[in-house]
């Protein structure tokens, strides 16, 4: 399974920004998908999760700025980013729960996509 991620690069803050991240390969079906960030020497926090159900769930920091959605029969999760900070400029990375056939399910991550807010 490969997650192929885009749409970072250089905003403006206040600027918006659409992220993407396309799952590939053996597929049975996804269980979920999300974005993670990671600034240099943290951890690699939530930005926003949904499952498959559509049920979502985000980090504290990006709360009415940020919407996650999927394309389920894509494989395909987007994170729309609105009202961008020059906090938000770190490495995003897609991940995704994926079961590969009925009874087996693993975690996967894509690479990450930069996005830069400065003026």
């Known amino acids: 399974v490969q997650l192929q991620a885009s749409g970072g690069g250089l905003v403006q803050p206040g600027g918006s920004l659409r992220l993407s991240c396309a799952g590939s390969?053996?597929?049975?079906?996804?269980?979920?998908m999300g974005w993670y960030r990671q600034a240099p020497g943290k951890q690699r926090e939530l930005v926003a999760d949904?499952?498959?159900?559509?049920?979502?769930n985000y980090g504290d920091s990006v709360k009415g700025r940020f919407t996650i959605s999927s394309d389920n029969a894509k494989n395909t999760v987007y994170l729309h980013m609105n009202s961008l900070k020059s906090e938000d400029s770190v490495v995003y990375y897609c991940?995704?729960?994926?079961?590969?056939?009925?009874?087996?399910?693993?975690?996967?991550w894509g690479q990450g996509t930069e996005v830069t807010v400065s003026s």
């Open positions: 949904i499952n498959a159900g559509g049920y979502t």
């Open positions: 991940n995704a729960d994926v079961l590969t056939n009925p009874i087996s399910r693993d975690n996967y």
């Open positions: 390969g053996s597929i049975f079906r996804v269980a979920g």
